[in-house]
């Protein structure tokens, strides 16, 4: 497939930038980069790899706003969306290079690695594709997603490798910016816990959490202690986002 658009959502992404352009550079016509005011050296090393780069900067308030001003930008028929820390593999790269377009198809998903520790465990990246027409648009603040018929979708081969373990502390900076998100999505909402509520969520839903984790995510394949110290760690965030919420409804 020719002529795509490449689209990144940035925020100081040193330390991935540059494997995840290097992974998209031979498949799109134009870079558009929607940066969240960046500290680091993400952009000069942005602009290195390539200089025709089109930066803008917009303040993230919610996932799905941000890359549909992404897409708005855009001037080609076909985005490549993916984020700063994944990087496309030479199998996905030919895949997507031998695409033949199909009238009834107008997105592509597939399989991504997330990185637990030292190992990558499959997921199916169905929900989100990341390469899609032009005029779709993605929904929800948070793990946003593009609504389309099942009919109108198909898998790529190859795999997304997504980096997304650096530390336990920069993990903890990521889940404070999504529990924020999450929080606020309650309070757009209008969802008016009370606070009995609140306390049974408190309860319920780090342990639903741990679960899908370790299980259906399969975080046990990264080994039993870290798959179980993992997903203890990722279903901690649902209390952060119900103390945010509180906090939020007070005010």
């Known amino acids: 497939m020719e002529n795509l658009s490449g689209i990144i959502l ?16 031979s498949l799109i016509k134009e870079l558009i980069i929607i940066d969240d005011f960046s500290t680091d050296s993400t952009l000069e090393i942005i602009k290195q ?17 941000q890359r549909n001003y992404g897409i708005s930008l855009a001037n080609n028929n076909w985005i490549l ?27 592509y998903w597939v399989v991504r690695m997330n990185q637990l520790f030292d190992k990558y465990i499959s997921e199916k990246h169905i929900h989100r594709p990341i390469l899609f027409k032009k005029e779709l648009r993605f929904s929800c603040p948070v793990h946003e997603i593009i609504k389309i018929d099942k009919n109108k979708k198909k898998k790529l081969a190859g795999t997304l490798k997504h980096e997304n373990w650096v530390s336990i502390s920069e993990n ?20 008016n816990y009370s606070n009995v509520t609140l306390f049974l969520f408190a309860i319920a839903l780090p342990i ?11 975080f046990y394949k990264a080994g039993l202690f870290n798959g179980i110290f993992y997903s203890f760690f990722e279903s901690y965030w649902w209390l952060a986002v119900i103390f945010k919420y509180k906090e939020k409804q007070k005010k």
Do not use: H
């Not at 030479?90 to 009834?104: G, Q, V």
């Not at 903890?172 to 969802?191: E, G, P, V």
């Open 10 to 25: 940035t925020k100081n992404n040193q330390r991935t930038i540059a494997s995840c352009l290097n992974s998209i550079t």
């Open 208 to 218: 639903r959490y741990f679960f899908i984790c370790l299980f259906k995510k399969k």
């Open 49 to 65: 790899i390539y200089p025709e780069v089109i930066i803008k900067q917009k303040k993230l308030e919610r996932f799905d706003e």
């Open 172 to 191: 903890m900076k990521r889940m404070d910016d999504y529990s924020s998100l999450i929080a606020q999505k309650w309070i757009d909402q209008n969802r």
């Open 81 to 107: 969306m993916i984020d700063s820390d994944e990087v496309i593999t030479p199998e996905l790269a030919n895949s997507i290079k031998d695409i033949k377009e199909e009238k009834n198809i107008v997105a």
